[in-house]
């Protein structure tokens, strides 16, 4: 189940700069995780500062 990105985020924009497949880009009012190019691999979840990315 891919990852989702909460409304603790500050959008730094460090979990799109360390995803490998690039399913993370900038929403409207922060980020947000593409499911269907998410391949589940928690590297975004490592780089929040927040730990706003939990598993969806």
Do not use: F, H, K, L
């Not at 979990?15 to 880009?25: E, F, K, L, N, Q």
């Not at 009012?29 to 589940?40: E, L």
């Amino acid at each position: 189940m891919a990852r989702v990105i909460n409304d603790t985020c500050i959008s730094c924009g460090s979990c799109a700069s360390g995803c490998p497949v690039d399913a993370i880009s900038q929403g409207d009012s922060q980020y947000v995780i593409d499911a269907d190019a998410c391949i589940d691999c928690g590297v975004c979840e490592g780089q929040c500062p927040v730990g706003a990315i939990v598993e969806g």
